[in-house]
């Protein structure tokens, strides 16, 4: 039998319908559209609303999706991952409530959590369990309600993030295509530089940590960006010389989107064309565990059977990494 290699067989996504735009967040918080396009290369970012709906649903969204397209039987995944920082609660698994709303109730299924990074390591793990020959269909969804966490009269903060879900489905290869390498680097030097104060073991919820707003998202900019522009940029670079990629071979950069100006650092170091990278930054801002599934999503039609494609990624805590992928269909 030929060696196992797993491969994106299917692709979904859902964003919410409601756009906040730079030129909302002006009558919001002290900014405008020219300091945060210039920064960020955001336009606007897409906001989860009303009550009870959390981060499941999005990823309840998205997986629907990538089934209905696929005319893919629930019954027949063996596994849901979801990748996510914003699980709907403590403790109850967020994905296993997922798979069960799906109709997936022959899998099993749990959360990862590496931040901005939660999907890429994701790809690892379900490439993993597929190349071992133990699973067939591995469905792995990035997912996450920013908004539930960040503080709208911060700017560092709120310009950033929004709310959306994608999915993909990895299954076994038998030409070579799909999971091909993974360089993954984790760092706990970031653990100060973008975290939530409370809301863990550390420091629980209290009036205290309430009134202070100790449970939103705080970023130290500068640091990440230093950080994240580096990491991603070596990691990326890496792969390429591993592999033996020139930035001819490439087809598409697949990168984080948190930032225009780190996406370009990223590409600019690998030596691919502008043309070659996938960008929606500016539709949704950064979603977290959601960016990659999100371009894979947007710009399915573009990707062609054998395309080299190079993920990469940038999270807290510090987690990076970068992982290349050969195409394994053509959407018509």
């Known amino acids: 039998m030929s060696k196992i290699s797993a491969a994106i067989t299917a692709v979904g ?36 609303k009303g009550e009870g709906l959390g981060t499941s649903y999005l990823a309840i969204q998205a997986a629907k999706d990538l089934l209905n397209k696929g005319n893919i039987d629930p019954l027949e995944i063996d596994l849901v991952l979801l990748a996510t920082a914003t699980p709907d609660m403590l403790v109850a698994s967020t994905g296993v409530y997922v798979a069960s709303q799906i109709g997936a109730t022959n899998a ?11 999907f890429l390591y994701g790809m690892s793990t379900a490439s993993a369990y597929i190349e071992s020959g133990r699973y067939k269909k591995v469905l792995l ?19 950033i993030f929004g709310d959306g879900a994608g999915a993909v489905l990895f299954e076994p290869n038998y030409e070579g295509l799909g999971f091909q390498d993974e360089v993954l680097r984790s760092d706990g030097i970031g653990r100060e530089f973008l975290k939530m104060d409370a809301g863990g073991s550390i420091l629980p919820p209290s009036f205290e940590t ?5 449970h939103f998202v705080f970023q130290d900019g500068k640091q990440v ?30 990168a984080h989107q948190a930032n225009k100006r780190i ?50 990624a940038f999270g807290g805590g510090f987690t990076w990494g970068s992982i290349y992928l050969k195409w394994a269909y053509n959407r018509e």
Request: glycine content about 4%; some cysteine.
């Open 210 to 214: 309430v009134a202070a707003k100790q």
């Open 141 to 159: 969804i990035g997912a996450d309600k920013m908004s539930s966490i960040i503080d709208y009269t911060d700017r560092a903060t709120c310009i």
């Open 263 to 312: 996406i370009d650092a990223t590409s600019s170091r690998m030596g691919v064309d502008d043309s070659k990278v996938l960008i929606n930054i500016e539709k949704y801002g950064n979603t977290t565990s959601a960016t990659l599934p999100l371009l894979l999503f947007d710009f399915e039609k573009k990707l062609k059977k054998g395309d080299n494609i190079i993920f990469a």
């Open 13 to 48: 996504g859902y964003v919410p319908d409601f756009v906040l735009s730079n030129q909302v967040l002006e009558t919001m918080v002290d900014t405008n559209d020219e300091w945060i396009t210039t920064r960020t290369g955001i336009k606007e970012r897409r906001i989860l």
């Open 108 to 118: 099993f299924a749990y959360d990862l959590q590496a931040a901005c990074s939660s």
């Open 225 to 254: 960006y230093k950080y994240a522009v580096t990491g991603m940029a070596d990691v990326s670079e890496l792969i390429m010389q591993r592999n033996n990629l020139t930035n001819e071979d490439v087809n598409w950069l697949v």
